[in-house]
């Protein structure tokens, strides 16, 4: 006797994303809620229902014993079950944003001298400016500014709550014109990339896991007042268990174009937010106010677990920057901020690899490229010997 067939059920917990898990009424119950400055004791405000945090004051509770593990705690459930996004206010000093910015425009104007238009999310190419791969070429471009720049342990404090200790930073910058557009809400890296058709493909505990694979963030490199076009932000939408599915269709569209919410950010504040927010580019109506030429740092920062969006030449970033972490280790840096730059460029997790030339010895995995440059710096070596290291690493690692 045939067994009978069972209709799979949807909901949080069934096996697939379905039509009854994309309702506008159950997102409007997972959105429209308070978020309560009671229940995130180190953070100074909670504006427009997103929680912001003072990046200095951040600074001091890491000091205390125990305290970094519990601010990551409380930013985890920030993220995940609460509003989904927070800022940190004054989370790079303005000389460091400057002398970044100064690298990037160098770089934009050697893109226009080579006729090279990068596309973005705001206009046709050459409307707008883009940096693809800005981490990369700011390495070898300018790796003593590199190295400032990513020193910066409020992101690492987020990136390590969310990612763990070996994550993956790529970042984006984009200088958005006045007249620029706005973009249509979305999510994010990955699910939010793939074409909606595939979507309810997927199994549901893949639409619950893509978010925890990448966290995504904007440095303010100029004041942004909300005329400038900040980011658009639907606080709590992280919560909604169809919203990759959902975000597309058009009441959607319009409850977000309803109900989002803008904060003004000044040069050296940072955004960051759960990739499943519900969220989009404002546009810049800042022609007569004066105009403003909206400048970010877009930093999407990957689990080393997962598929990082850009191919990046880490070991040629690795030469770059090693002698600017040995000046730095000179003139009496913290570890920690030496550790955060090399995080930050160097290939955090051991494979894939060929486990015939690298294997294992002593541990589950062979060393990570992180783990041979903060032995080189440990150790002291030169950059010549840290070259032959790398060299030796990555013949061992490919067939």
Known sequence: MAAPVRTPSTGASAAWIGESDVDLDEFRVQVERDTD???????????SKVLVYSADALAEVTERAGGRRALQSEL???LADGPGVVVFTEAFEAGVVDRANEAFF???EAQRAGGREAGDHFGTPGANDRI??????????APQVFAEYYANDAVALICQAWLGPRYQVTSQVNVV????????????????????????????????????????????????????????????SQRFAGGYVAFNRPEFVDYFAAHHVQLPLQKGDAVFFNPALYHGAGANVSAATPAIRRIANLLQISSPFGRAMEAMDRTAMVAAVYPELRAMKAAGRPWRDLHNVVVATAE????????????????????????TVLGALAHALTAEDLAVALRDQNERRHP
């Open 106 to 108: 160098t770089l934009i």
């Open 76 to 78: 985890i459930r920030a």
């Open 348 to 371: 955090g997790y051991a494979f894939p690899t060929n486990l015939d030339s690298d294997q294992p010895v002593g541990s589950l995995a062979p060393p990570s490229q992180v783990d």
């Open 37 to 47: 400055l009671a229940d995130y004791p180190h953070a100074a405000e909670v504006r």
């Open 177 to 236: 014109n006045p007249g620029g557009t706005a973009q249509v809400p979305h999510r994010d890296y990955h699910l939010g990339f793939v074409p909606e058709e595939h979507l309810a493909e997927y199994p549901a505990h893949v639409h619950r896991a893509s978010p925890a694979l990448t966290l995504q963030g904007a440095v303010a490199h100029c004041d942004m007042p909300v005329e400038s076009g900040p980011t658009m932000l639907l606080p709590h």
């Open 132 to 141: 693809w791969n800005a981490a990369q070429k700011l390495a070898l471009h």
